[in-house]
């Protein structure tokens, strides 16, 4: 079965850095891959998707994230941080079944 | 356009009690998914639903849960016998069409079991 990795726990960056969260999965073939933002008392909002194609995908709120087949990776990234921006982020893999697997998050400070 | 609604919010449950937790679909989905959220932890898997068929349960307890999706009316997830380890944040999302389509959440029912 596929499984997700994420290996920061609490992040902290400055508003107005940059800002990369890292995602690891493992799954066989190419995986269908997620990710999923979450505000406090809030449920999750899809931020961007991975399913084919070019491998560097846009999403919301001015994020990105790069699927890396070699490195079996599908990092977050925003160049530029902004307090609202602080919450929890989640990384999720599909597999072409009904499970799809949520990494155990990434929370995100931001100190102005 | 609504999105998913769950209900309640906050559910407090004393231990041996039932508990049972709402999902309404957005509209125009059919597919269900529960998952379990634990302070810092992921969320898990629990049941995938759609219209009156459950369709994968591999990650709810065999015992004391249960879940429907009836071809009327909201998902329910019920749990009986309520123990402390219960407690956690539930959450619901649907989707159009299932199979690792992105998923729409609600904001969770918080049980608490004392």
């Known amino acids: 079965a596929q499984s997700v990795t994420q290996p920061d726990i609490h992040i902290t960056v400055s508003e107005g850095a940059s800002l990369e969260l890292r995602c690891n999965y493992s799954y066989g073939a190419t995986p269908y891959l997620f990710w999923y933002v979450q505000s406090p008392g809030q449920g999750l909002q899809l931020l961007l998707k991975y399913f084919s194609g070019d491998t560097l995908v846009q999403g919301i709120k001015g994020f990105e994230a790069e699927f890396k087949r070699s490195q079996s990776s599908f990092n977050l990234r925003k160049p530029s941080v902004h307090w609202s921006d602080a919450a929890e982020y989640f990384c999720?893999?599909?597999?072409?079944?009904?499970?799809?697997?949520f990494g155990a998050g990434t929370r995100l400070t931001v100190k102005p | 356009n609504a999105g998913v609604m769950q209900n309640p919010r906050h559910l407090v449950r004393r231990r041996g009690q039932e508990a049972r937790l709402r999902c309404s679909p957005m509209?125009?989905?059919?597919?269900v998914y529960w998952y379990r959220q634990l302070p810092e932890e992921g969320l898990k898997f629990m049941v995938y639903l759609q219209k009156e068929n459950i369709i994968d349960e591999s990650g709810m307890p065999k015992e004391r849960f249960s879940a429907e999706f009836p071809k009327e009316g909201p998902s329910i997830l019920r749990i009986q016998q309520v123990v402390r380890g219960d407690s956690a944040a539930y959450f619901c999302?649907?989707?159009?069409?299932?199979?690792?389509?992105?998923?729409?959440f609600g904001n969770g029912t918080r049980l608490t079991v004392t």
């Open positions: 999302a649907s989707s159009p069409t299932g199979a690792n389509s992105p998923l729409h």
């Open positions: 509209k125009g989905h059919s597919h």
């Open positions: 999720a893999v599909g597999a072409g079944n009904n499970d799809m697997r």
